[in-house]
């Protein structure tokens, strides 16, 4: 039964012949768009200096905004490296505060060990104290220094290259 109904679809489909858009056209000829010759068309000199000073203007600003890109990048990535070089500066200054903080610890346990008296326990764990808060404060100053040192190279080359780009500036 498939066969036969397939077979009378086909003859339906074969009287009437379809459009490029599947519907039947009824023997309408077809239209079609004329065709110009553009090579022999005559343009207007202003039109095409017009045209000319368009594309002249377009790859003008390309270059200018690939030259803007690429510096940008060139920025960018001197920054990355200024940062980069100030964060492991800044974790070596943390490894050593550490190290340093791991020695006084252990030689305050030596000394808590030699003891003979309450009295002396507490004038040693006073000193410790005093010692380990100045300590603390050197420290923390050290790394604040370090901090800032950090962002000031790379808001140099930032601020160097933004200056010479807005003093450049048409």
Do not use: W
Not at 101 to 119: C, H, I, M, W
Request: with cysteine; proline share 4%.
């Amino acid at each position: 039964m498939t066969e036969t109904s397939t077979a009378a679809t086909k003859a339906k489909t074969a009287k009437h012949a379809t459009s490029p858009f599947g519907l039947p056209d009824y023997g309408i000829p077809n239209f079609e768009m004329p065709k110009f010759d553009m090579s022999n068309m005559e343009m207007p000199d202003a039109f095409r200096e017009m045209t000319e000073k368009g594309v002249a203007h377009a790859k003008d600003t390309y270059a200018k905004a690939k030259m803007a890109s690429e510096e940008t990048a060139d920025l960018l990535q001197n920054s990355y490296a200024a940062v980069a070089k100030g964060a492991t500066d800044y974790n070596l200054k943390l490894i050593e505060i550490a190290r340093t903080n791991t020695r006084a610890a252990f030689d305050y346990a030596d000394e808590l060990l030699g003891v003979k008296s309450p009295s002396e326990f507490i004038e040693l764990s006073t000193a410790q104290m005093r010692k380990q808060f100045d300590m603390f404060s050197a420290q923390n100053k050290e790394l604040c220094a370090l901090a800032q040192e950090t962002a000031t190279e790379a808001a140099k080359s930032i601020k160097t290259r933004v200056s010479k780009a807005f003093n450049t500036a048409p």
